[in-house]
Each structure stands twice: as C-alpha cells, then as structure tokens.
C-alpha cells in the first residue's frame, strides 16, 4: 500500500496535542465584529477541542 498524503488545508488549522486531543479555532470571529456582543467575541476567541466522529474523520486526513 502507498503511503497515505496528510490533508494540507486540515493541517494548517488543526493542532495536536501530546495527549493525542485536537484543537481548533471557533468560525466566525474575521469580520462583522460590531454586531456580536463581547462576551460572544470572548467565547470565540478560545481554541476549542474535537469530540466524537469529526475527531475521527480530522485523525484520518492527519494521518495520526
């Protein structure tokens, strides 16, 4: 079997942790910035972690 190609796009916005969690940036936080509240700016300003199949489906373009 070929080695397998890690997905570009995926690697540039997921990070893995030594534990083996991924972690990721929350969408919609580039632009329409004075209509969301503070506190909706602050909560999407923290990096997130992946559950469930979407952890597995990132695992498998990672090739982790």
């Given at each position: 079997?070929?080695?397998?190609?890690?997905?570009?796009?995926?690697?540039?916005?997921?990070?893995?942790?030594?534990?083996g969690?991924?972690?990721?940036?929350?969408?919609?936080?580039?632009?329409?910035?004075?209509?969301?509240?503070?506190?909706?700016?602050?909560?999407l300003?923290?990096v997130?972690?992946?559950?469930?199949?979407?952890?597995r489906?990132?695992?498998?373009?990672?090739?982790v």
């Amino acid at each position: 079997m070929p080695k397998l190609k890690t997905h570009s796009g995926t690697k540039k916005r997921v990070r893995v942790t030594k534990t083996g969690k991924l972690l990721h940036r929350h969408a919609r936080l580039n632009h329409f910035l004075e209509k969301k509240r503070g506190s909706r700016k602050r909560r999407l300003s923290r990096v997130e972690t992946l559950h469930g199949s979407s952890a597995r489906n990132i695992r498998r373009k990672l090739g982790v």
